[in-house]
C-alpha cells in the first residue's frame, strides 16, 4: 500500500525563522506536488516537481524533489504570519492517480 | 468563471438518508476525482474517472456511487449515509501528468 508521510504533523513557529517540512513516500514516482490549503477552503497548487533534483522557489517557500530517496522537502524561509495553513504533498504515480501526505499544520506565531 | 464548480456547499441529513454532490469542470480535463477530507485533514482518494470510465476505485463502501455522465461532468451519489461519512468531499481535475485543480469542496454533516 503507497504511504505518504509528512513530518511533523504539525508546526508552531515564530516570524522570522526558517523551518522544513518533510514528505517522505514508499513508491517509486518522479512527480510530487505541493499543495497550501486555508481553514475552511480549498486546496490551491504551490509547486510541482516532475524530475530528480527539482527545486523551485516562490517567495518564501522553496521546494525540491529527490526521488532516489524518495523525499520532497518544502523550506519556509523567514515565515510571516501570511504563510499559517496546510501543507500538503501528493504523489502521482501514474499521470492521474493522485495520494496525499497526511498534511502539516503551518502556524507562524508574531 | 469557476474552474471546478460544486454543489451543493453544505448538506446536513439524517442518518440513513440518500444524498447527492455534483461536479462540473470547465478545463477540458481528461481526469476527475472525488476525495475525502475528514476532521483531521487527510485527503483520501475515493474515485477517479478518466473520459468517463472508472480507473480508481478505493476501498469505499458501496453505498458510494460515482457517475460521469460526460467528461466534464462527475457526480457522487450516497446512500444509507452513516455519522462516519460526515467530511468534506472535494470533487478535482487533471490533465495526465499534470496538478489537480480542486474545487471548493462540500461539507456534508450526518446527524
Known amino acids: 500500500e503507497l504511504k505518504v508521510e509528512q513530518n511533523p504533523l504539525f508546526l508552531s513557529m515564530q516570524e522570522g525563522k526558517n523551518y522544513t517540512i518533510y514528505c517522505n513516500y514508499s513508491?517509486?514516482?518522479?512527480?510530487l506536488y505541493w499543495y497550501r490549503q486555508d481553514p475552511g477552503k480549498s486546496l490551491e497548487s504551490l509547486f510541482v516537481l516532475l524530475s530528480n533534483g527539482a527545486v523551485k522557489q516562490e517567495g518564501r517557500l522553496m521546494a525540491s524533489l529527490d526521488t532516489k530517496a524518495r523525499l520532497s522537502t518544502l523550506h519556509i524561509t523567514a515565515a510571516v504570519h501570511d504563510l499559517s495553513a496546510t501543507y500538503f504533498c501528493?504523489?502521482?504515480?501514474?499521470?492521474?492517480?493522485?495520494?496525499f501526505g497526511t498534511g502539516t499544520s503551518l502556524t507562524v506565531i508574531p | 468563471d469557476t474552474a471546478v464548480s460544486q454543489t451543493p456547499k453544505y448538506l446536513v441529513t439524517q442518518m440513513g438518508n440518500d444524498k447527492s454532490i455534483k461536479c462540473e469542470q470547465n478545463?477540458?480535463?481528461?481526469?476527475m476525482y472525488w476525495y475525502k477530507q475528514d476532521s483531521k485533514k487527510f485527503l483520501k482518494i475515493m474515485f477517479s474517472?478518466?473520459?468517463?470510465?472508472?480507473?480508481i476505485n478505493e476501498t469505499v463502501p458501496n453505498r458510494f456511487s460515482p457517475k460521469s455522465p460526460d467528461k466534464a461532468h462527475l457526480n457522487l451519489h450516497i446512500n444509507s449515509l452513516e455519522l462516519g461519512d460526515s467530511a468534506v468531499y472535494f470533487c478535482?481535475?487533471?490533465?495526465?501528468?499534470?496538478?489537480?485543480?480542486f474545487g471548493e469542496g462540500s461539507r456534508l454533516t450526518v446527524l
Open positions: 501528493a504523489v502521482d504515480i501514474t499521470g492521474n492517480q493522485f495520494y
Open positions: 474517472y478518466n473520459n468517463k470510465e472508472l480507473i
Open positions: 478535482a481535475s487533471s490533465q495526465p501528468g499534470r496538478r489537480l485543480f
Open positions: 478545463l477540458g480535463h481528461d481526469t
Open positions: 513508491t517509486t514516482s518522479d512527480r
